[in-house]
């Protein structure tokens, strides 16, 4: 059942922000404040960050604000006690808060598995999704676009190449798709080999070359782990195989995707890199406003370039494809063990080239389940996350 208050023509459209302290919650909020007259910031949700909460809700004033972090419920409560603004904590208060019946769009920025659950509770209430939280679509792909399907609900994709391949299927309906091209920049790594990259630290996986990015993401980047990530979601987004999704290399990350189609013929997305463009056209899908946004030059671009990705060095990305190809709760399992070992990498308990071998190690001995229910992805999550933390306690320090 659609639980979406009808609203009058010109109200602004109500935005729940999942996820609005970090990269895509922030330039999703600079979308709303240039565009008031079209967007209300209707919900924000933070996991801990309780300062930029505060700071966001005193700014935009919505309806509710929920930190996932019961302990600093207070704090926000105390800090927003002046505005009328209801104040929630706890995870279970985002599951139930998205099916509010004034929302109309749920833009989906929470990290991880955490988005899921979420993510379902919206569709279930007629929500449009905005995903910028690709961990859903990885996880529990067929689920979640059957409930799309069921309940007459838009999954408009905010990655920048999911946008990009969405920008091109529009009017295409009826044409078939040979194979979608997604484009990856090959991080701050590119060209290196395993001796080096087993030698990276922290610091220098944080600095991506082109996009500025939450820790996550940007190490998921680095070892194009999030390209393979990008490549589950493509499936399910677009209903393809994964002989119909290639990855290609393009450091400058100017061509954001491309689509074949069975004449030959190829239609590519192109612009600068630039997060709010495509955060824009999902709240804004099917029509395109006005933007000051920096615009692309081909003279300032004179030579665009295209390499074959290192599958052998950034063994992430293949096995990646392993898990599209196998199916099941197989994406699962490596979404989790990625998110544990990034996690390691991070806190400087693992090393670089070490997060491939736990994520190996999880798909070979976690169990394999063919058709997963909901409940057989929540399981699989929590034993493939218990494996690759004793996994990181076991493994050898290094000098």
Not at 279 to 306: C, E, G, M, V
Request: with cysteine; net charge negative; charged share 20%.
């Amino acid at each position: 059942m659609n639980n979406t208050t009808i609203k009058p023509y010109n109200t602004p459209k109500s935005i729940a922000i999942l996820g609005s302290t970090g990269s895509i919650g922030t330039q999703t909020l600079e979308v709303i404040k240039d565009n008031q007259q079209l967007f209300r910031a209707f919900m924000l949700t933070a996991h801990s960050n309780a300062y930029l909460l505060i700071q966001q809700a005193i700014e935009f004033v919505p309806e509710y604000a929920i930190i996932c972090d019961e302990s600093k419920y207070q704090e926000v409560k105390s800090a927003l006690a002046h505005l009328p603004v209801k104040v929630m904590a706890g995870h279970q208060a985002i599951k139930d808060m998205v099916t509010h019946p004034e929302i109309d769009v749920v833009l989906t920025a929470m990290v991880g598995f955490a988005g899921l659950e979420p993510t379902i509770n919206a569709i279930k209430a007629g929500k449009d999704i905005a995903l910028a939280n690709k961990e859903t679509l990885v996880v529990a792909g067929e689920l979640i676009t059957s409930l799309a399907k069921e309940n007459g609900v838009n999954i408009l994709p905010v990655d920048s190449e999911h946008s990009a391949i969405f920008q091109c299927l529009v009017g295409e309906q009826n044409n078939s798709i040979e194979k979608i091209i997604l484009t990856a920049s090959g991080g701050p790594f590119r060209g290196r080999d395993r001796d080096y990259l087993a030698t990276v630290t922290r610091e220098h996986a944080l600095k991506h070359p082109n996009w500025v990015m939450g820790a996550k993401i940007t190490i998921d980047s680095a070892s194009l782990m999030n390209k393979g990530l990008e490549v589950i979601e493509a499936k399910w987004l677009f209903d393809l195989k994964a002989e119909q999704i290639e990855v290609i290399v393009h450091p400058q990350s100017i061509i954001h995707s491309l689509v074949q189609f069975e004449d030959g013929s190829i239609k590519a997305q192109m612009g600068l890199p630039d997060m709010k463009l495509p955060i824009q056209y999902a709240l804004t899908y099917p029509n395109r406003i006005k933007t000051s946004f920096k615009r692309f030059n081909f003279i300032d671009y004179p030579h665009l370039t295209f390499e074959k990705p290192d599958m052998h060095t950034f063994r992430n990305l293949g096995l990646a494809f392993r898990a599209l190809e196998n199916g099941g709760n197989m994406p699962c399992i490596i979404n989790a063990a990625n998110e544990v070992a990034v996690d390691a990498f991070l806190k400087n308990e693992t090393g670089f080239t070490d997060m491939s071998d736990i994520i190996e190690s999880c798909m070979q001995q976690i169990i394999f389940l063919e058709s997963p229910s909901l409940s057989d992805y929540l399981n699989t999550d929590k034993e493939t996350r218990i494996f690759a933390q004793n996994l990181i306690q076991n493994m050898p320090l290094k000098a």
